[in-house]
């Protein structure tokens, strides 16, 4: 009788029997930090989800699976270079390494934390991984859009994903209720749990709606979204890492700008007066112009990397109605 058998998986299994032998003689931090950083270099490994080199992927690696601060010193860091590590975690930092390395897995979903606005978060597969450049404007308030005096209080995160950008906002802004909206009912139980952890329940409060459809009659001072933008060429293209991530938290239409045109049509009823729309788009800038025709919209500055955030007011999108109207 014959049986068949997938090639690939032999060839799989052979390889993970050899990267179990070689970590055999490992024995201190450092053994263990040396052997991530070669076996990421060796299967190419993409950093992209908060770092963007093999040396700090892999300290941050073995620092999160020994349990140790990732804000120890280059001093401290030396002084415990040298420790042995125990057998329980030498079983932890070969699962990590081979999933990391050879299953191409995103460190934050083996961790199950990403750090946000300086903050850590938990995040899993159900969310996609926080790397928005919001954080900047967060910190500087919105500057120059918001005016200096005006502290807003009612909040809307669209797309809250993991509800990181919800929470810093309410922790920026303390008087603040924000409401972190998604489509996705997975989504929003990371994001509640997110929410329970900093103890923010009665401030961030997260509602399913598709878009702004369960938020009739519901006004805010500040708008932020971070919908889906990547086109359907980048999404072909995509590295494997993200391809662990939800594909309904990337991908919007051929430009990337479908759920994009649905919150421009629909924000001016939902903003009080005086009221901002900030909206990420990220690499889908490049098709803003042909999408969005000649709307006058500000495309924030960012000075610690990032790009393709745009700014709007109330009064903007009001003016400009009628081009709005018209958008497909």
Same mark, same amino acid.
């Given at each position: 009788? /014959?049986?068949?058998?997938?090639?690939?998986?032999?060839?799989?299994?052979?390889?993970?029997?050899?990267?179990?032998?070689?970590?055999?003689?490992?024995?201190?931090? &450092?053994?263990?930090?040396?052997?991530?950083?070669?076996?990421?270099?060796?299967?190419?490994?993409?950093?992209?989800?908060?770092?963007?080199?093999?040396?700090?992927?892999?300290?941050?690696?073995?620092?999160?699976?020994? %349990?140790?601060?990732?804000? $120890?010193?280059?001093?401290?860091?030396?002084?415990?270079?040298?420790?042995? &590590?125990?057998?329980?975690?030498?079983?932890?930092?070969?699962?990590?390494?081979?999933?990391?390395?050879?299953?191409?897995?995103?460190?934050?979903?083996?961790?199950? /934390?990403?750090?946000?606005? %300086? =903050?850590?978060?938990?995040?899993?597969?159900?969310?996609?991984?926080?790397?928005?450049?919001?954080?900047?404007?967060?910190?500087? @308030?919105?500057?120059?859009?918001?005016? =200096?005096?005006?502290?807003?209080?009612?909040?809307?995160?669209? #797309?809250?994903?993991?509800?990181?950008?919800?929470?810093?906002?309410?922790?920026?802004?303390?008087?603040?209720?924000?409401?972190?909206?998604?489509?996705?009912?997975?989504? $929003?139980?990371?994001?509640?749990?997110?929410?329970? @952890?900093?103890? $923010?329940?009665?401030?961030?409060?997260?509602?399913?709606?598709?878009?702004?459809?369960?938020?009739?009659?519901?006004?805010?001072?500040?708008?932020?979204?971070?919908?889906?933008?990547?086109?359907?060429?980048?999404?072909?293209?995509?590295? %494997?890492?993200?391809?662990?991530?939800?594909?309904?938290?990337?991908?919007?239409?051929?430009?990337?700008?479908? $759920?994009?045109?649905?919150?421009?049509? %629909?924000?001016?009823?939902?903003?009080?007066? @005086?009221?901002?729309?900030?909206?990420? &788009?990220?690499?889908?800038?490049?098709?803003?112009?042909?999408?969005?025709?000649?709307?006058?919209?500000?495309? #924030?500055?960012?000075?610690?990397?990032?790009?393709?955030?745009?700014?709007?007011?109330?009064?903007?999108?009001?003016?400009?109605?009628d081009e709005i109207e018209n958008l497909q």
């Amino acid at each position: 009788m /014959t049986t068949n058998v997938d090639l690939e998986d032999i060839d799989m299994e052979d390889m993970h029997n050899s990267f179990i032998a070689e970590t055999q003689a490992l024995e201190s931090v &450092v053994d263990w930090l040396r052997f991530s950083i070669s076996q990421m270099q060796r299967q190419h490994v993409y950093y992209g989800h908060g770092t963007d080199n093999s040396w700090d992927e892999a300290m941050h690696l073995v620092l999160a699976a020994l %349990e140790l601060p990732l804000t $120890l010193s280059d001093k401290q860091i030396r002084l415990l270079s040298k420790g042995k &590590v125990t057998k329980k975690e030498s079983e932890t930092l070969r699962a990590w390494i081979w999933q990391r390395a050879y299953q191409q897995v995103p460190l934050p979903y083996i961790t199950h /934390t990403a750090w946000f606005a %300086e =903050k850590p978060f938990y995040v899993d597969e159900r969310v996609l991984i926080p790397r928005s450049p919001f954080a900047e404007l967060i910190d500087k @308030n919105f500057k120059p859009y918001l005016e =200096k005096q005006f502290m807003p209080m009612s909040i809307l995160d669209m #797309c809250t994903g993991s509800g990181c950008i919800a929470i810093a906002l309410a922790i920026q802004y303390q008087g603040a209720t924000v409401d972190a909206v998604d489509i996705d009912t997975d989504a $929003l139980d990371v994001a509640s749990l997110n929410v329970t @952890n900093y103890q $923010l329940e009665d401030r961030v409060y997260p509602i399913q709606s598709n878009v702004f459809d369960a938020l009739s009659g519901q006004k805010y001072d500040l708008i932020i979204a971070n919908p889906p933008y990547v086109d359907a060429e980048d999404m072909a293209d995509l590295p %494997e890492e993200y391809h662990h991530e939800p594909v309904n938290a990337l991908a919007s239409g051929d430009d990337g700008l479908d $759920l994009t045109v649905e919150i421009v049509k %629909e924000a001016a009823e939902h903003l009080n007066d @005086n009221g901002w729309l900030f909206v990420e &788009v990220g690499n889908s800038e490049v098709h803003f112009a042909q999408r969005f025709g000649s709307l006058e919209v500000s495309w #924030c500055k960012l000075r610690r990397g990032g790009s393709g955030i745009f700014a709007i007011s109330k009064q903007q999108l009001i003016d400009q109605l009628d081009e709005i109207e018209n958008l497909q």
